[in-house]
């Protein structure tokens, strides 16, 4: 298979599996029933939501500004927040896409070397990484009888078991063959794994790096807050658990990697998290749908007006370069 093959298939297939998903969410519940919910929310809660989605963007383009002072460069506020809501956006339609544009901006405007801007955003990544990884370990602790519970009453706690040990097994082994082969295959994981420690390690050597470390947390803070604030517009839902919230947010966050900004798949994956606590499929699926739309809109109109502004915003560098 070709390099341009490989593209067309990284841009089709997300596409094609986001469309398959919209389809089968809504062979789940007509739109019909879906615009029901939508007429009788209650548009405060989405507002908030998407208030609390707001900040948590303005934070991340605030975040970054920690990363790449160290390295002498003072990058102007407005355009680390354009790059970032131009990067959601631009993931809409080609799949990290974004991460690359987002670079650009700076190189454009800011004269941010590519490869250092592109450094910062890896190492972004990995503190997000981070505390999603933190968020999940304390939704499997507060949830663990539940959880425990769920796996033990739909499956055979020996075949649980058996595929957990093959599991703990096989990964035993394969990072014992990744530390010792001399392949081409081992050597680049080796060294793409050495770059990911060496870049979450690099926070802790920031100049501001507990500021750094607070925003990341407020961050993900503000996720979370969105999402179950957001739970409020539907009556349905006003009596969720804790657990549920989490274990959505989670599912969904996933999600987002599987298609184009989440299209399809968001509100299956909510819907597949709240049925393992008998939540009905109307009110999941729908509410997967306002939260997705939302927080979509608010992308779509901050990502446009930012592309449309970043040039005008940075005139005066243009004209004076030229």
């Given at each position: 298979m070709n390099k341009k093959t490989k593209h067309i298939l990284k841009i089709?297939?997300?596409l094609l599996l986001g469309v398959f998903l919209v389809w089968y969410?809504?062979?789940?519940?007509?739109?019909?029933?879906?615009m029901v919910y939508v007429k009788k929310a209650d548009y405060t809660w989405i507002l908030l939501g998407m208030f609390l989605g707001l900040l948590s963007h303005l934070s991340r383009?605030?975040?970054?500004?920690?990363?790449?002072?160290p390295m002498g460069y003072k990058v102007k506020f407005g355009n680390s927040v354009m790059a970032v809501f131009a990067t959601y956006l631009i993931n809409?339609?080609?799949?990290?896409?974004?991460?690359?544009?987002?670079?650009?901006?700076?190189t454009n405007y800011e004269d941010v070397p590519f490869e250092k801007a592109f450094g910062t955003i890896v190492a972004e990544r990995i503190a997000d990484l981070i505390v999603m990884l933190g968020i999940i370990g304390i939704?499997?602790?507060?949830?663990?009888?539940?959880?425990?519970?769920?796996?033990?009453?739909?499956?055979?706690?020996?075949?649980?078991?058996?595929?957990?040990s093959a599991g703990v097994i096989m990964i035993l082994l394969f990072l014992r063959f990744i530390r010792k082969s001399k392949s081409k295959i081992a050597l680049k994981i080796r060294t793409f794994v050495g770059g990911l420690i060496e870049g979450a390690l690099s926070i802790f050597k920031m100049k501001k790096k507990w500021a750094y470390i607070v925003h990341t947390l407020f961050i993900w803070g503000m996720y979370v807050l969105m999402f179950y604030i957001t739970s409020f517009s539907i009556v349905e839902l006003?009596?969720?658990?804790?657990?549920?919230?989490?274990?959505g947010f989670i599912s969904a966050s996933f999600s987002i990697a599987a298609t184009n900004g989440g299209i399809g798949?968001?509100?299956?994956?909510?819907?597949?998290a709240f049925s393992i606590f008998g939540i009905p499929?109307?009110?999941?699926?729908?509410?997967?749908?306002?939260?997705?739309?939302?927080?979509?809109?608010?992308?779509i109109v901050f990502g446009g007006l930012s592309l449309i502004y970043l040039p005008i915003y940075n005139r005066y560098k243009a004209s004076k370069s030229a």
């Open positions: 089709t297939l997300p969410s809504l062979s789940k519940v007509s739109i019909e029933e879906l383009a605030y975040r970054w500004l920690f990363q790449l002072e809409y339609t080609i799949p990290r896409a974004g991460e690359v544009a987002r670079a650009s901006i700076l939704t499997l602790f507060l949830q663990f009888d539940f959880i425990y519970g769920f796996l033990i009453e739909k499956f055979d706690p020996i075949k649980i078991i058996i595929v957990l006003n009596e969720i658990s804790v657990g549920a919230i989490l274990i798949s968001y509100p299956l994956a909510i819907y597949a499929e109307e009110p999941s699926i729908a509410f997967g749908w306002i939260m997705w739309a939302s927080q979509t809109l608010m992308i």
